[in-house]
Nanobody, 128 residues
Framework: QVQLVESGGGLVQAGASLRLSCVAS????????MGWFRQAPGKEREFVAI????????YYADSVKGRFTISRDNAKNTVYLQMNSLKPEDTAVYYC?????????????????????WGQGTQVTVSS
């Protein structure tokens, strides 16, 4: 089973940028789609973005589309989330997850139970 460790969170002002990283252990990283979710205080964890195994399936939540970019480097077992034009409503703990599903057509990647591993999370706080 893959193990995941996120980093890169912090406290920034609105309009700033951050890049989150998620490093995976094990030699099976390339066999997973890699996703990012976030959970704000008092709210449920929500889907943010996913980068599929092959790079064909890349999807974003509407709330971050055009501002966030997900990428991955299989040689480094790492997935990234570049976050630009941050807003106070982006404040949350950000988690990366290993998507073990095979399908994307019905937005299965938005379902947490489709993920077989999660990182511990990294806090992102955006001040106004």
């Amino acid at each position: 089973q893959v193990q995941l460790v996120e980093s890169g969170g912090g406290l920034v002002q609105a309009g700033a940028s951050l890049r989150l990283s998620c490093v995976a252990s094990g030699r099976t990283f390339s066999t997973y789609g890699m996703g990012w979710f976030r959970q704000a205080p008092g709210k449920e964890r929500e889907f943010v973005a996913i980068f599929g195994r092959s790079g064909v399936n890349i999807y974003y939540a509407d709330s971050v589309k055009g501002r966030f970019t997900i990428s991955r480097d299989n040689a480094k077992n790492t997935v990234y989330l570049q976050m630009n034009s941050l807003k106070p409503e982006d404040t949350a703990v950000y988690y990366c997850g290993a998507y073990s599903g095979y399908y994307y057509s019905e937005r299965q990647y938005e379902r947490q139970y489709e993920y077989s591993a999660w990182g511990q999370g990294t806090q992102v706080t955006v001040s106004s």
